[in-house]
């Protein structure tokens, strides 16, 4: 039962363009979202959240939307580095119900960014 | 400040032997949680722990999996004994609170483990 799905398993991307990863959900209780990049043998790193009660949140050159009504995000990179190709992760909490440690993850998009 | 640390990084067993792995959070996080990726697949929470105290255990697969964290500061993950379902990076991370907005949890570099 996959309750966080990013349907693209890889994105490519020519440097200075936008990247644009998505994310679907199922579970309605999520009211937390967050990305994560993460690099060859290391762990993710946080870049980006979104509470549910908002629709987008910007943090230079990421902006993160959330359509609560399609269950769904975006998470909108630009302009493209060749520096953020990586995993991208998107993950979800119901941090307001008593599993509020818990982060329910999709299964990645492998971004490239292309010189 | 020192991030996430876990120990070891890389661990190759064979089946039925036992292994325990390590994590150090960032010093003043209360909150620890262990995750897992199997090959390919999503990261998979296993466990939180608010200090000492096992908050939620319930992503740990079955009681093969034994999580501690004495004293409220390191914590170990034992698998035993060991079977081949099990390989795959084992993610450590922390936050100073729980998940809600505002805050976020940070993930050591994880813990490879090969069981053949």
């Known amino acids: 039962d996959q309750q966080v799905k990013q349907n693209s398993p890889s994105l490519s991307v020519q440097e200075g363009r936008i990247s644009i990863l998505n994310c679907d959900y199922t579970?309605?209780?999520?009211?937390?979202f967050l990305w994560y990049k993460k690099y060859p043998a290391e762990g993710p790193t946080f870049l980006i959240s979104?509470?549910?009660?908002?629709d987008k949140n910007e943090d230079g050159r990421f902006t993160v939307f959330l359509n609560k009504s399609a269950k769904h995000l975006s998470l909108h990179i630009v302009p493209s580095q060749p520096g953020d190709s990586a995993v991208y992760f998107c993950?979800?909490?119901?941090?307001?119900?008593?599993?509020?440690?818990?982060?329910?993850f999709g299964q990645g998009t492998i971004l490239t960014v292309h010189p | 400040e020192a991030g996430v640390t876990q120990f070891p990084s890389h661990s190759v067993i064979e089946k039925g032997q036992t292994v325990t792995l390590r994590c150090d959070p960032i010093s003043g996080h209360d909150n620890l949680y262990w995750y897992r990726r199997v090959m390919g697949k999503e990261i998979k929470f296993l466990l939180h722990f608010v200090k000492e105290s096992k908050q939620d255990e319930s992503g740990m697969p079955n009681n093969r999996f034994l999580a501690e964290r004495t004293g409220g500061t390191y914590s170990t993950l034992k698998v035993q004994p060991a079977e081949l379902e099990d390989s795959g990076v084992y993610f450590c991370?922390?936050?100073?609170?729980?998940?809600?907005?505002?805050?976020?949890?940070?993930f050591g570099e994880g813990s490879w483990l090969t069981v053949v």
């Open positions: 993950a979800a909490s119901d941090a307001g119900g008593t599993s509020y440690g818990k982060l329910t």
């Open positions: 991370a922390s936050s100073r609170q729980g998940i809600w907005s505002g805050n976020t949890i940070y």
């Open positions: 979104i509470s549910s009660i908002k």
């Open positions: 579970n309605s209780m999520f009211d937390y």
